[in-house]
């Protein structure tokens, strides 16, 4: 199956972060449960960086966010954020829920590699290039337990104690805050291998360039 990918792609200041540092904000949906999005950014500058999902609340699936060098190894891997609040996207506040993953970190100047992921399919270890738990498991989250029989939380409760609807849907939305370029591509099977090809073609060929649709929406069919 093929998933359409919406990237709105915003460029702005941002007050103390690094030079020239702008925000970057993506949208989409997964095709199936074991669905994997690859992120590719640089930063020309050292600073803190944030990346963020603000999908949980509107009712999207559970995000893991796993932080990679660009060689492909893991640096953090998050979760669950800080308990929801709301963060800023290009000027814009953006809520986001317990659910949702949060992580902001001091990154040296270079090239990343963000991925997201629905809970649990967690990187199988240090190395992306070993790839993730759910790889061969396209409709695991089933057996957690749901009327949709996909994209499911079973019987999750909330931190005040609530149950939470176990079902979910497809859709996703991140946001990388203070970085120089970014890009973002949907991984079709196998994963792995194609994470890190498309990461050396981001890396390799004008890793600086901006979309020619800035300020816009610009969609693409992955």
């Avoid at 019987?155 to 946001?175: C, E, K, M, P, Y």
Wanted: charged residues 15%.
């Amino acid at each position: 199956m093929k998933t359409q990918l919406y990237a709105a792609i915003l460029s702005g200041c941002l007050i103390g972060g690094p030079a020239g540092a702008a925000d970057f904000d993506f949208a989409g949906n997964f095709s199936r449960d074991n669905s994997v999005v690859r992120f590719d950014f640089s930063i020309a500058n050292p600073g803190n960086v944030t990346l963020f999902t603000s999908s949980w609340l509107t009712g999207g699936f559970d995000p893991i966010l796993t932080l990679w060098d660009a060689g492909g190894q893991l640096l953090a891997e998050q979760d669950d954020g800080n308990g929801g609040g709301v963060a800023f996207s290009n000027g814009v506040p953006l809520s986001y829920g317990e659910f949702d993953s949060y992580l902001t970190t001091n990154l040296v100047a270079g090239d990343y590699i963000a991925t997201l992921t629905q809970y649990d399919n967690f990187a199988v270890s240090s190395a992306l290039a070993d790839g993730f738990l759910r790889d061969a498991d396209p409709w695991f989250t089933q057996v957690f337990g749901c009327g949709n029989a996909q994209f499911c939380e079973g019987s999750l409760v909330d931190g005040n104690g609530d149950l939470v609807d176990a079902n979910r849907t497809s859709a996703w939305d991140f946001h990388i805050v203070g970085v120089d370029a970014a890009q973002a591509a949907t991984v079709p099977e196998p994963p792995t291998a194609m994470l890190l090809l498309a990461s050396a073609m981001f890396f390799g060929l004008g890793r600086w360039a901006q979309p020619r649709n800035r300020g816009g929406m610009t969609s693409a069919i992955v």
